[in-house]
């Protein structure tokens, strides 16, 4: 079969790490790229050798030639673009945060639905190797009924000399990397019906909040917490681990710093390594979230291949970003948020 045609819209510093993956998918390749800002355009298409390059997405979109569209802008453009994939019939991929807010996602997914084309979000932390490997436990049964959960993601990382926007929104790390770890707690423990959030900021020099404390009630009757922060300076600076705490019924699994998962059960307790490939183009320490952007793009092939739902489609990802705005709320007005009536 012939490998599908993509087109790739805003080529700034995460969309290097989209284009070597796509370099490496079995199935596609990128066609035609686009950035308002030429000197992103320019380096982004000589380093990967695309010829079709466009200042403005209407153009590309004109033009055509592609099957699909991967959209790694910030968060302000998402709606504009997805609802252009949707107007031309092409389905789409769109970087975390959705959206800005849940009614937006909400249409973003509506327009999709509507026009009959795929969009999936670009949740790519559940599909690390470390967390795949607790999912794989968990279906095996090594621990039976899971009724507790800790989502830990502390670190004192610069994440903001690559990413200097992340310093200037009144919304930090819930918006963007909590929404990870919520995704995460939802895909190893199910979906939430109650959230309550506590949030702060310690960094003077930057504007949104850098640590929270989120308590999740899941439907299954499980209780998690999901704490995150840039705040936390430790001898050995775990960035960009999430770190997993887990009991069950019948045992525990421990997801610790350095990729060391640890099951208990009735047979004893094994340990293992499931640390992320190096793959031949990433850098330690981001070599854990860069397997994991291969993995969501093959996932993404795969799935439009067979006609299938993807893991993190716009559908799946209204759960997880009902939670981020759900964390807000609770911790502007101090009071546990009904997460059912969001939806
Ligand atoms: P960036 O600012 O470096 O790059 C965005 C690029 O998009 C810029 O070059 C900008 O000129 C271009 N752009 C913006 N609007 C456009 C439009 N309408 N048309 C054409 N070009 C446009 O941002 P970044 O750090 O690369 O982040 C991009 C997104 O990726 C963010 O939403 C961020 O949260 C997300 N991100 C995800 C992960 C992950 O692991 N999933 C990691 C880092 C960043
Ligand atoms: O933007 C964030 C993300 O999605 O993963 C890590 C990050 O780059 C900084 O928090």
Redesign the pocket.
Known sequence: MAGLKGAL???????INQMHGWNDVEGAEIVAI????PE?LKLVGDQFGIERRYSD?EAMFADGGFDFVDI??????HR??VEMAARNKIPAIC???FARTLSEAKAMVEACRAAGVALMV????RWQTPIQAVRKALDAGAIGTPFWGRFSFRSGYDVFS??P?LAEGERFIIE?LGI?TLDIARYILGDVSALTARTKRVNPGIKGEDVATILLDHENDATSVVDVSYATKLSKEPFPETLIELDGSEGTIRLSQGYGLEITNGRGTTRMDVSPKLLPWASRPWHN?QES?FAIEQHWVDQLRRGAEHSTSGADNLKTFALVEAAYDSAARGQTIDIGAML
């Not at 819209?9 to 969309?15: K, L, Q, S, V």
């Not at 790694?72 to 453009?77: D, E, G, M, N, Y």
């Open positions: 819209i805003g080529c700034g510093f995460f969309a686009c950035d308002r800002d992103r997405a790694a802008t910030t968060v302000q453009s504009a673009l970087q975390k945060p670009h949740e790519n932390f690559g990413q926007y963007d990870h979230i952007v």
